[in-house]
T-cell receptor
Framework: KQEVTQIPAALSVPEGENLVLNCSFT??????LQWFRQDPGKGLTSLLL?????REQTSGRLNASLDKSSGRSTLYIAASQPGDSATYLC??????????FGTGTQLKVEL | NAGVTQTPKFRVLKTGQSMTLLCAQD?????MYWYRQDPGMGLRLIHY???????AKGEVPDGYNVSRLKKQNFLLGLESAAPSQTSVYFC????????????FGSGTQLSVL
């Protein structure tokens, strides 16, 4: 059974800092990995989707990498801003097109 | 730019009552999903649909039923609500399954007393 782990569960950083969020998964037989952002009381917004054949994807200040063999992905946020404060979730698509979510990292960027 | 719309946003039920959650998408997506989100457990798939008139069970289907009579709508029903069904429910859609980005609604907070 696929398990997705995100550590730490919560993170607080000062504005302007570059930061890395981590995601690990137990079964490396995945089709893709997605990073989502969830604001309080809101739904999830897909940030980046990395196919299993890719190593990374970039969108603005966000860069996601994927190392399938080691079961790891990172989300790099450059020059963090208070508006980046949210919960970030990763999810992997495995066999049967089943999407398995991690429990998220709650990020707070302080002024 | 409506995207995925869920109604209602909040609901309180008594044990044994029934209700239906409505999800509507305007992106002409084939795939639609219902998830529940509970603290410390991540999102779990309840039911999903790969097209109009089709439905399938997900990870935690017990106590729920679904229908997809129109391509744009996906309904989630609770026939006899239980306190264990207290959760936040999210609907999502995608154009071609989980190989593409999922688009989520803003959620329904359901409390069963």
């Amino acid at each position: 059974k696929q398990e997705v782990t995100q550590i730490p569960a919560a993170l607080s950083v000062p504005e302007g800092e570059n930061l890395v969020l981590n995601c690990s998964f137990t079964d490396s037989a995945i089709y893709n990995l997605q990073w989502f952002r969830q604001d309080p009381g809101k739904g999830l917004t897909s940030l980046l989707l990395i196919q299993s054949s890719q190593r990374e994807q970039t969108s603005g200040r966000l860069n996601a990498s994927l190392d399938k063999s080691s079961g790891r992905s990172t989300l790099y946020i450059a020059a963090s801003q208070p508006g980046d404060s949210a919960t970030y979730l990763c999810a992997v698509t495995g066999g049967g097109n089943k999407l398995t979510f991690g429990t998220g990292t709650q990020l707070k960027v302080e002024l | 730019n409506a995207g995925v719309t869920q109604t209602p946003k909040f609901r309180v039920l008594k044990t044994g009552q029934s209700m239906t959650l409505l999800c509507a998408q305007d992106m002409n997506h084939e795939y639609m999903y219902w998830y529940r989100q509970d603290p410390g457990m991540g999102l779990r798939l309840i039911h999903y649909s790969v097209g109009e008139g089709t439905t399938a069970k997900g990870e935690v289907p017990d106590g729920y039923n679904v229908s997809r009579l129109k391509k744009q709508n996906f309904l989630l029903g609770l026939e006899s609500a239980a306190p264990s069904q207290t959760s936040v429910y999210f609907c999502a859609s995608s154009s071609s399954g989980t190989s593409e980005k999922l688009f989520f609604g803003s959620g329904t907070q359901l409390s069963v007393l």
